[in-house]
């Protein structure tokens, strides 16, 4: 069983079209996240989601939106890409804040 | 605000030595601390934590970090690296509950080892 998962693994597409990442985790934690892994492996928080309520948003651009439909679920859609959204997007969950966090495999999104 | 730093961005050992990557942390309330494991195209894998009590830490794959308060360290070691061990290692410590209990994240440590 996969505790966190995300779906697709791999997306390439063109700048300026919109795509979307699900996450889903079977852990019954109550908090998500959706981090960002830069070219140089850097790993940086974006959202953090609290029983479906976003508590996180750290100066994401607004053509970045999470969205929770229940709390085992956080998807992140991405309006009008850009070559700088190129990276590796890793969704994770914690039982709650503080705790420790289990990720997903990755999404590696390559923008042409 | 909170902040780590890895010290050595890539460290090479030989099989059989001694396995040390360096992690100082800052924070100004008691941290959460962790360490992470990335095998390649891989999602990060929990090592070990560090919560409260016991300050040396034992963790999956035979790595052990100690919490040094006095030092503002939480570095990993293991006895015997072995060639499954070659990864990028990653500190973390964990943001105040107010902020959502984010990780903050070292730049990471790439291990290699040799044969």
């Known amino acids: 069983d996969t505790a966190v998962s995300q779906t697709p693994k791999y997306l390439v597409t063109q700048m300026g079209n919109d795509k979307s990442i699900k996450c889903e985790q079977n852990?019954?934690?109550?908090?998500m996240y959706w981090y960002k892994q830069d070219s140089k492996k850097f790993l940086k928080i974006m959202f953090s989601y609290n029983n479906k309520e976003l508590i996180i948003n750290e100066t994401v651009p607004n053509r970045f939106s999470p969205k929770s439909p229940d709390k085992a679920h956080l998807n992140l859609h991405i309006n009008s890409l850009e070559l700088g959204d190129s990276a590796v997007y890793f969704c994770?969950?914690?039982?709650?804040?503080?705790?420790?966090?289990?990720f997903g495999p990755g999404t590696r999104l390559t923008v042409t | 605000a909170q902040s780590v730093t890895q010290l050595g961005s890539h460290v090479s050992v030989s099989e059989g030595a001694l396995v040390l990557l360096r992690c100082n942390y800052s924070?100004?309330?008691?941290?959460?601390l962790f360490w992470y494991v990335q095998y390649p195209n891989q999602g990060l894998q929990l090592l070990l934590k560090y919560t409260t009590g016991a300050t040396l830490v034992k963790g999956i794959n035979g790595f052990e970090a100690e919490f040094k308060k006095s030092e503002t360290s939480f570095h990993l070691t293991k006895p015997s690296a072995h060639m499954s061990d070659a990864a990028e290692y990653f500190c973390a410590v964990s943001g105040h509950y107010n902020q959502g209990g984010k990780l903050i994240f070292g730049q990471g440590t790439e291990l290699s080892v040799k044969p």
């Open positions: 994770a969950s914690s039982q709650a804040r503080g705790y420790e966090q289990y």
């Open positions: 852990l019954g934690h109550d908090t």
């Open positions: 924070s100004s309330v008691p941290p959460y």
